[in-house]
């Protein structure tokens, strides 16, 4: 990877059913060796340079400029609040096996959205968010990859912030 580039992992980005590894991923290459199998080198050369375009592809887009708040009266707002929170962790507890890095990057960034907008402490958005992806952890996801899949998007929603402007009581 070049220097000043710091790419993630990613799943179809490229195209269906083309996942990369990047910072923070797990490969398994030659001279590894697992419960169900030995990896070997096929042919043996050096590493070549990550191509422009294809760094270009794996880099992630710049966040949008954050919405203007949304006004509504105060019981409002907080309800709307709890139902984006119960939507959110609903579907992250439910996701399907081969959906789950998805769907904790996405819970965690519209979490993080609410954190930076000073709806939501940070802390409340992991503790629901790491309880809500427990059923994830297994055979296939590490707890390692769970919690960098929250804090990863924590961090990219907390750019941009989602507040919610508290009229009256209604």
Known sequence: MPDGLELRNTQGRLGWKIDTRGHGG?????????????????RHGAVAALPGWL??????????????PMELPRRR??????????????ELATAAPGTRHDARLKAARTLGRLVGGGE???????????????????????????????????????????????GGPR
Do not use: M
Request: no cysteine.
């Open 26 to 42: 797990f490969v398994v290459g030659a001279g590894s060796v697992r419960g169900d199998g030995l990896y070997r080198v096929a």
């Open 55 to 68: 760094g270009a592809a794996l880099t992630p887009p710049p966040p949008p400029p954050p919405a203007p």
């Open 77 to 90: 707002a907080d309800a709307y609040l709890q139902k984006i929170l119960d939507d959110e962790l609903e």
């Open 120 to 166: 939501l402490d940070e802390t409340s958005a992991r503790t629901l968010l790491l309880a809500a992806a427990a059923g994830h952890i297994g055979a296939d996801t590490r707890e390692s990859e769970v919690v960098r899949d929250v804090e990863d998007g924590i961090a990219y929603g907390r750019q941009l912030p989602r507040t919610l402007r508290r």
